[in-house]
């Protein structure tokens, strides 16, 4: 099996006394105006992910970008920019999703013997879908 390409990503960390999002949900822009992915509210996943009265958003990007661009992103996804906004950190991980190229095929899962599954999202697909799909494919091979 020829090893996978991994893509980079870069997790930024902005804390605000501003509410911009309200529910729990990971939210994406579907037109891909910019660098971000998606971005989810930390304190509404759970209150204690952020000081009281704050709120930390947790932003996705998967190409390389500054502070600027992560900014000017978030204002066309949220209408306009708290103030207070504040980066805390941003964290690069160079190896974080397998790279899927077009038209590249992969099996969902392998099995290597009777006993003895592989699982993962560098086999199905880089996400956390892929990762949990690849895992219920094995699993059932493993029960039939």
């Not at 990503?9 to 501003?18: G, H, I, K, R």
């Not at 978030?74 to 899927?100: A, N, V």
């Amino acid at each position: 099996m020829v090893p996978p390409r991994f893509n980079l990503s870069t997790t930024w960390y902005f804390a605000t006394a501003e509410k911009v999002q309200t529910d729990s949900f990971l939210m994406v822009d579907g037109e891909s105006r910019g660098p971000i992915v998606n971005l989810i509210a930390m304190d509404q996943v759970c209150s204690t992910f952020a000081p009281p009265g704050m709120q930390l958003l947790s932003i996705t990007t998967l190409i390389p970008c500054n502070e600027n661009e992560v900014k000017a992103h978030l204002r066309l996804m949220i209408g306009k920019l708290p103030k207070d906004l504040q980066l805390i950190k941003e964290y690069h991980i160079p190896r974080s999703l397998p790279g899927f190229p077009p038209n590249h095929i992969r099996s969902n899962f392998l099995q290597i013997s009777d006993e003895l599954f592989i699982a993962g999202d560098y086999l199905c697909g880089p996400s956390q879908n892929g990762a949990l799909l690849s895992g219920r494919l094995a699993a059932e091979a493993a029960i039939s």
